[in-house]
């Protein structure tokens, strides 16, 4: 298992698209994935553990659209 953990997020982060990355990607419902968000945005350093492909893709397009993050492998 692969942890990508949310450590800040730039100008223009896109929480929307945060929103819908996260339930694609991370398996999160719409309530779930708004409280990430939320903790993302007030620097909670919130993570996520998933499979290591899917964690890998989830911080790749979490990156790209502004959020900033670490991935810590188990």
Known sequence: MTTVRFTGWNPGFNKV??????????????????????AILEDRGPALTLEESAARRLADRATECGATVTVEAE
Do not use: F
């Open 17 to 38: 698209r945060m929103n819908a990355i996260l339930r694609e990607d991370g398996g999160l419902g719409l309530a779930e994935a708004k409280q990430l968000v939320d």
